[in-house]
C-alpha cells in the first residue's frame, strides 16, 4: 500500500467499502471501524491486520475498534469468516463485537455457517484476540442443529439460552421435537455445549423416550402423558420395575399415567392396553374427557375370552373409564364390533339421522336397526325421527 490516499486505488476502495466489495456504500470516517472488518480487509488483501490499521488512519478513520490485545500477525480467510455475525438479524450488526463476550448463540450460528465444530471456532475466535463466555469444552463434531437447541422463543429474533445457563425437561422435549430428533441425543448434545440440565442423561432413556418399538417411531414430546403400555413394555424389557419406569420419566419431564402400577401386570394386560388388541404399539392413551370406545372393549374381549365386563373392570383399575351413559353387553358380538367401527361419535354427542344413514350403508343393515343398537348400547339418538326399516342399497338410494 502506498502511505498517501488515492481516491482510485482498487486496494484503498476495497478496505473503506462496507461490504469489503470495492462498491458503495463506504465507512463513514467518523463511525467507528469493526474489528472484524479490519481482520477480513487483511485477508481478503493478504496484509497483516497492523498494516490494514495503518491504511485506515491515513485515509482518515482514526476511530478503530481495539480488541485490547496485540494483532495477529496474519489472518487466513477462513478464520476471518468466522468474524462475520449470521442469523435472521444480522444485518443489525455485521461483525460479532471483539470488546464483548461472544455469545453461544454467535458461536454457534458461525459454526453453522462455516461447518466448523463449535470448539474449533471457539478455539480460533480466541487466537483472533475475542472472548468466549464461557470457558468448558465445546463439542468437537459440527452439528447445524446446534442452534436451535438453544432457542427458547420463535417469535421476532427469537431469545436464546447463553453460557452455563440452566435448560428444563421440558426445553429438552420441544426442541427434540421441533427438530425430530431423539430427546436424549438432545439432552447430551445440550450438555456438551456447556447447558446445566436438571438430570444426567442415561443411555437407557433412548428407550423410555421413544413413543413405539418400531426404529422408525417418533418420541415422546412435552406435556404428553406416556401409555400406560408403553411403561410396562419398557419395565418389562429392561427389568426395571413400573415406578422406576414412571419416576425416571418423570424426571424427563413427562407426565404420570392415572390409575394404578402393577407391580405384576397380568399377561392379558398388554393385549387390552394395546390399541389393536395384539400386545404391541400402539397403546391405548387415556380420555379423559369420553372414556374408552366401546368397540375396544369387545374386541378385547373376543380376544382374551374374557367377558366385557371383566375386560372394563380391569381397564378401569390400570386408570381408563366407560362412559356413565354407554349399556355394556353381557357378550362381545362381532356384528356390535362392526358396527361401532363405523361411529364417529362418542357418547357425549348426540347420533344424528346422517350418522345413522352413514353406519347402515358401511354395515348393510337397515337404518331402523342401525338406531335401535345404538340405542341399545346407550347411546343417545332424537326421539323424534323415525328410521325406514329398508337395508343397504335400497336405504341409500
Not at 486505488?9 to 478496505?15: C, N, Q, R, W, Y
Not at 483472533?128 to 436451535?148: A, E, I, K, N, S
Not at 346407550?378 to 336405504?395: H, M, N, Q, S
Request: glycine share 10%; net charge negative.
Amino acid at each position: 500500500m502506498s502511505d498517501a490516499p488515492t481516491a482510485h486505488d482498487p486496494e484503498d476502495a476495497l478496505l473503506t467499502s462496507r461490504d469489503l466489495n470495492g462498491e458503495r456504500p463506504v465507512l463513514k470516517p467518523g463511525e467507528q471501524v469493526p474489528y472484524g472488518h479490519v481482520l477480513y480487509a487483511a485477508a481478503l488483501l493478504g496484509r497483516s491486520p497492523a498494516e490494514v490499521v495503518t491504511r485506515l488512519t491515513a485515509l482518515g478513520y482514526a476511530d478503530i475498534q481495539d480488541a485490547g490485545c496485540p494483532l495477529p500477525e496474519a489472518v487466513a480467510l477462513d478464520d476471518a469468516a468466522l468474524t462475520r455475525r449470521e442469523g435472521r438479524d444480522s444485518f443489525l450488526q455485521r461483525w460479532i463485537d471483539v470488546t464483548s463476550p461472544v455469545s453461544l448463540r454467535q458461536l454457534l450460528e458461525t459454526a453453522e455457517h462455516t461447518g466448523r465444530a463449535p470448539a474449533d471456532v471457539g478455539r480460533r475466535l480466541t487466537a483472533l484476540g475475542y472472548r468466549l463466555g464461557g470457558t468448558g469444552p465445546l463439542p468437537g463434531t459440527p452439528d447445524p442443529r446446534d442452534v436451535m437447541l438453544i432457542r427458547t422463543d420463535a417469535r421476532g429474533y427469537g431469545s436464546w439460552l447463553d453460557w452455563g445457563d440452566e435448560v428444563s425437561a421440558g426445553h429438552v422435549l420441544g426442541a427434540a421435537d421441533v427438530l425430530s430428533c431423539s430427546p436424549h441425543a438432545a439432552a447430551v448434545r445440550l450438555a456438551s455445549l456447556g447447558l446445566r440440565l436438571p438430570y444426567t442423561p442415561e443411555p437407557g432413556d433412548e428407550r423410555l423416550l421413544r413413543a413405539g418399538d418400531t426404529p422408525g417411531a417418533r418420541w415422546f414430546g412435552r406435556y404428553m402423558e406416556p401409555p400406560l403400555g408403553h411403561i410396562l413394555t419398557a419395565a418389562r424389557e429392561t427389568g426395571r420395575s413400573a415406578r422406576d419406569i414412571v419416576d425416571r420419566l418423570k424426571v424427563l419431564g413427562l407426565g404420570a399415567p392415572g390409575g394404578s402400577l402393577p407391580e405384576a401386570p397380568e399377561d392379558d394386560d398388554f393385549v387390552i392396553l394395546s390399541e389393536n388388541v395384539d400386545g404391541r404399539a400402539p397403546w391405548l392413551r387415556r380420555n379423559t374427557a369420553v372414556g374408552l370406545r366401546m368397540e375396544h372393549l369387545l374386541r378385547a374381549s373376543r380376544v382374551t375370552g374374557r367377558g366385557p365386563a371383566e375386560i372394563t373392570a380391569r381397564l378401569t383399575e390400570l386408570g381408563h373409564f366407560l362412559h356413565g351413559d354407554a349399556k355394556l353387553p353381557g357378550t362381545a358380538d362381532e356384528a356390535d364390533i362392526r358396527l361401532l367401527e363405523t361411529v364417529d361419535r362418542s357418547y357425549r354427542h348426540t347420533v344424528h339421522l346422517e350418522h345413522v344413514l352413514r353406519s347402515a350403508g358401511l354395515t348393510g343393515r337397515s337404518p331402523a336397526d342401525v338406531a335401535a343398537r345404538l340405542t341399545e348400547l346407550g347411546f343417545t339418538l332424537p326421539d323424534e325421527v323415525e328410521y325406514p326399516d329398508v337395508r343397504g342399497a335400497t336405504a341409500a338410494s
